[in-house]
Structure formats: C-alpha cells, structure tokens
C-alpha cells in the first residue's frame, strides 16, 4: 500500500518537508530554503496553495497525474489527496507552499466565501498558469504572510491580518483564473461546445438516461476530461450561462418535442430520464412558463416559448 501523510493540520506537512512551524493554523514553506525534501502523497484536512516555480516531478491527483509549469498554482482543501508517495529519497523543488486551517476562518466573511472559489475543486492538470507578474504579486503576499507569523507572533488582531491577506491572495488568484479563462475560451472558441452538444445528443441517442438518469454537470465534465467546476466556469465564459442551465434547456427542447409527438406527460419524463412526472412538470413550467398538459392542449404548439 502506498504511504499516505494525513495533513490534519498544518504543521504536519511542514515537520515533514522539515521547515519552520510558525503557527498552529497557519504555515508558510519556501521550498529552496530546505536542507532535506521528501515527496509525499497527502491526505489533506486543511486547505493548500502550492506555488510551483519549478519541479520535475509527476504529482498524481485523484484519478489523474500533473506535471507542474513554471509558475503555476494548484490549490487542495480538505478532503483531497495528491502528491507522490514517499520513497525515501530526497528531491528538489522550487516555489512556495501556503497552508491553512479550516479553523482559521470560521465566523469570518472568508468562510462564506470559500465556495465562491472553485479553484479549490478543479483537477491539478487545471492548475493557473501564471504570469511573471501575478506569481510575484502572489510571492509578495505570501513573504507577508510569513512576515506577520514571524515577526508579530503574539500581536493583537493578528487572526483578522491573516485572513485578511489570505481573502487578498484569493481574491487575486480569482482575477487570474478569469484571465486564464479568458485565454482558454478564445483558444478552444466552439469546440468545447461543440463537444458540449455532441455530448448531450449522443447521451439520449445510447440511453444513457435510462441508467443514469438527466444528464448532470459533474456527467458531462468527466466526460470531456474536466473538473466540474473548471467546466462549469468554461461554460460561462463561453456562454453567459451556467453549465446546468445548459443541460436543462436541451433537455426541455427534447421535452416539447415528445410532447409535441403526442407523448404523454409520464412517458416523455420518463423518455428523458426523470424519476417522477411531478419533478419533470415542475422543471417544464418553470423553464417554459407553462405546464406539460397546458402545451399538449394547444393548438399552435409552434408558438411555445
């Protein structure tokens, strides 16, 4: 069995690259201040930012590997694991590792703004690639960071300047994914949803729905080789919408046109992966404004919405 380091907290990383513990809830690791590096595959309860200048190495993550840029950022939370299993031997990487705890954050406007930052759940081989300019502004933030930890460690007010620089820090890796995004929509232009369509025509043509249900979001990103969230923000960029309201309106224009055949209202919920009628009516009306039966009884079904 592999070797797995559970990071419970964040000075368990730190005692095992053997760098500097600063804070029980906080750490900062400059890798090229090490005398001695280990890999390790890890088990994280707290939250992560590695700040890759360099390595050589293949991180695996989940189901998949990553092979790591010049300047590029992967972030974990709690509940991931990623790394390379310990063998003993010591390696050399480049960058900064930025570790905090849950704990750190609760009650604080951060904590409810986590999960607007859905970088924490995109696969490593979705990673930002940043620019000269934005790693040195990230670096700057966390030289900060470790400024405050070492040179004020009992100051009053200490936790709000910490959560404070990480909102910051997180704010800004957010302005550079939107760059990165940016940059991928322009790149892939229609393939993506191109793919995105073919995907959704070929899922109902093979009967997937009668197996797996409507089609989801979390579905349609494995298949095209995506994280969830980094396909959901690629959808946006692309579209303006969300990738589930996508799915739903493909998924009604199939409902119109089984109900338009002469299907009846358990039959076409049925036909398109729904568990029970009601939960298939209630999404119609709310997507067209008007119930299935009120469209079966119309006589110029071309004029629905």
Known sequence: MKKVLEVN?????????????????????????????????????VYGLFLMEESPYTLAYGQGVYEADH??????????????????EEISLKGWVLLFSPQLIIGTDLEQRMEDYHFFSYYQSEALRMLPDEWRTIVTCVRMIRYELQAHPDAPRQRNILVNYLQLILEYCSRFYERQFHTEAVSCNND????????????????RQLEYGVPTVKYCAQELFLSPNYFGDLIRQLTGETAIHTIRKFVMQRAQNLLAEGKTVMETASALGFDYPQHFSRQFKKHFGASPKQLQHSKDVGRMP
């Open 192 to 207: 993506l949803l191109k793919r995105f369509n073919k995907l959704l025509h070929q899922y109902y043509k093979e009967n």
């Open 71 to 88: 300047h590029s950022l992967i972030c974990v939370a709690p509940g991931q694991m990623g790394g390379v299993s310990d063998t003993g």
């Open 9 to 45: 907290s964040v000075n368990d990383y730190a005692r095992h690259v053997g760098a500097e513990t600063l804070h029980p809830l906080v750490s900062v690791i400059h890798y090229e201040e090490l005398e001695h590096c280990r890999h390790s595959l890890n088990n994280y309860g």
